[in-house]
């Protein structure tokens, strides 16, 4: 289908970010090389060549960034030029890398050399691999398929894609190679400041990005091939959209508010149904009990179809609603589920603009006043839950007329408007506001892999995932900022101690959720079911902050801390976990992985590790290093 499409063509341009980055960078190492660890007349030379390589760089950076392909083919042909040109005069210098001190240096400018090739010949693979496509991505260049509708292009596309995976295997050997030179490379020797920028730093991200976009474009090859099974080539399929209203806060994405069915037949995109979640569950006949906090504070007495999204993993969520789905009279058979909240609609309207559905009013991406967010999430919120006297059918059945509209916009979207449409998609995959169901166990095999499906890692590393669940907290996580800290002490038997907190702040006031007063209620004390994901072994020494006693349990391989708060409007709630993993230093895994809940705004993190302290903004899965 279109829409995984559009996940992979993020990544593969990130290789001309990783590139760009890489090469900048490699001069600056150059450069250095040359004047600290070499000196005389040679020395001399190589600063001289390697200096001309940076207005190259900026100029290959500005012809991606113009989406000039015949352009950026010229560069990297100079680039690589100029590239052999530094090589030559550097090869005397790699006779002395006997010497001590400088030895290492010298070989950190031949691992460059090596990289640098390597990376501009797979940014000419780049080139080759996307120029066919240019005018549906909205690069200039010959692109082959400038004819018909934007969907009569992205149909010939899909019968195309054959020919882009064994580019996609070269693209993957040269970037291996970059990835290993770089990985020869210790970044602390560089540890000073050019131009207000750290090289460690910056070398240090370089092998980051390069690593990930490397293991990304060997991933990115099965994905290709199965594209046009998902886009109905060889068959038509039909994909439920189950839209998660992120506003109220679940395991994976949020309240289950609504679903639509997606037809896709040879390409061609249709939405052909949607409906009210209220409306499935009427004719869903089980009695079953549900998990104890979904009793006990949603007050329900069974577990509805709207509910099954209690776990944080999305495909053990989607087994057991789809189980009971299939046995539903009158509902279509679905080869596959698409979870998408209110971030992926807004990031479309942006786009797309405001967008009229008849018999539902008009949606756009600006700010509405009345809740400080976007008006198509007020405008949903208003349709489908303010109170009113009289019965409504169907109240949340405009995902369907809204998914037409906006794939008849979509389609007839002026070109330059695709590379920010697919840049959209892919933004909002990789933060978990859209996330992969398919029946097909090849097709689940492969979103797995790419990290599109909602998983929760099975990594023996460390770890850590919060996840929190608004039971009848009105749509209150609109307004709800996460911040979190982690401390760390090694204490002298090694034993690993974290001290993890995580403060609520509800920045709004209270709504009137009065149902005689007949106001939209939006904001209101949030009960929040609030459950840490831990390497399993690790012991709870304390936690604070809760209103209840905090337990502690084992969920999909991984210790589970299960408490309860309250967060009400225009305040703050700190809860305070201190716990031990289940390592000794001497013995502890090299990584960490952090993973974000599905559907989940970005929380602000600050965690101390070993040897630092790294803070950022976590709008995907994040991984890190640790040096004990």
């Known amino acids: 289908m279109e829409e995984i499409k559009s996940d992979t063509e993020p990544k593969v341009k990130k290789i001309g ?17 040359a004047i600290g660890g070499l000196a005389g007349l040679q020395g001399k030379k190589v600063y001289a060549e390697a200096l001309k390589l940076q207005p190259l760089a900026e100029k290959a950076q500005n012809d991606f960034t ?76 010959s692109g082959t398929f400038t004819g018909g509708t934007a969907e009569d292009r992205v149909i010939a596309i899909l019968g195309t894609l054959d020919k882009v995976a064994p580019k996609l295997d070269d693209m993957s050997v040269k970037l291996k190679i970059v990835d290993g030179e770089l990985a020869q490379i210790d970044e602390r020797r560089y540890n000073f400041v050019v131009k207000e920028k750290n090289i460690a730093d910056q070398a240090k991200k370089v092998k980051e990005i390069v690593h990930t976009v490397a293991v990304g474009i060997s991933d990115a090859r099965p994905a290709i091939e199965v594209l046009p099974k998902i886009a109905g080539m060889e068959g038509e399929k039909k994909y439920m959209v189950l839209f998660h209203n992120d506003g109220e806060l679940r395991g994976t994405g949020g309240f289950m508010t609504a679903y639509g069915i997606l037809r896709v037949d040879k390409g061609k995109v249709a939405a052909e149904k949607s409906s009210d979640i209220y409306d ?34 999305f495909k053990q969520n989607m087994d057991l609603f789809y189980s009971y789905y299939k046995n539903i009279k009158g509902e279509p058979k679905i080869d596959g589920i698409i979870g ?14 405001p967008t009229d559905v008849p018999g539902f009013g008009r949606f756009s991406a600006e700010t509405d006043p009345r809740c400080n967010c976007p008006q198509v999430v007020y405008q949903l919120e208003l349709i489908a ?47 978990k506001h859209i996330v992969f169901y398919f029946m097909d166990e090849n097709l689940q095999s492969i979103a797995e892999k790419l990290n599109i499906a909602g998983r929760i890692d099975n990594t023996e590393e460390d770890y850590l995932m919060i996840v929190d669940s608004n039971f009848g907290g009105a749509k209150s996580n609109l307004f709800i900022k996460e911040d979190v800290s982690q401390e760390l002490t090694i204490g002298n038997d090694g034993t690993i101690t974290k001290k993890l907190t995580v403060t609520y702040t509800n920045t709004a006031p209270p709504s009137n959720c009065n149902l005689e007063a007949g106001q939209l209620c939006l904001n209101a004390t949030v009960p929040d079911v609030v459950r840490v994901y831990l390497p ?41 976990y201190t716990y031990t993993l289940p390592w000794k230093s001497s013995q502890a895994p090299k990584n960490f992985l952090i993973q974000k809940q599905v559907g989940k705004e970005t929380p602000h993190y600050k965690i101390e590790l070993p040897d630092r302290v790294e803070e950022f903004d976590l709008t995907t899965d994040k991984s890190f290093k640790v040096n004990w």
């Not at 100079?78 to 052999?84: D, L, P, S, T």
């Not at 009990?289 to 509805?304: D, F, G, H, N, T």
């Open 17 to 33: 970010i990783g590139i760009k980055i890489l090469i900048g960078t490699g001069i600056l190492l150059l450069i250095f090389v």
């Open 340 to 353: 998408v909240d209110t971030n992926f609609l807004v990031s479309l309207l942006k786009i797309l603009g």
């Open 536 to 576: 399993l072994g690790s012991k709870l020494v304390e936690a604070i902050g809760f209103d209840d006693q905090v337990e502690v349990g084992e969920d999909l391989g991984k210790t589970v801390l299960e408490g309860f708060v309250r967060i009400a409007p225009q305040s703050s709630t700190k809860t305070i």
């Open 66 to 141: 113009s989406q000039d392909l015949p352009a950026l083919r010229n560069t990297l042909t100079e680039i690589n030029n100029q590239i052999g040109s530094v090589r030559n005069s550097y090869s005397p210098f790699t006779k002395l890398k006997f010497i001590p001190f400088g030895g290492k240096y010298i070989e950190d400018g031949q691992h460059l050399l090596t990289a640098a090739s390597a990376g501009v010949e797979a940014s000419e693979i780049l080139v080759d691999a996307i120029e066919p496509y240019a005018d549906v991505l909205g690069f200039r260049g």
């Open 385 to 431: 839950d303010r109170p009113v006297g009289t019965v409504v059918e169907n109240r949340k059945g405009s995902l369907g007329p809204m998914m037409r509209e906006i794939i008849f916009k979509a389609y007839s979207a002026p070109k330059p408007w695709w590379d920010d449409l697919l840049r959209a998609f892919g933004d909002d995959v990789s933060a």
């Open 280 to 313: 499935l569950d009427s004719k869903f006949k089980e009695r079953l009990q549900p998990p104890a906090p979904i009793k006990k504070y949603l007050k329900v007495p069974y577990w509805y179809l709207r509910d099954m999204n209690y776990s944080p993993d």
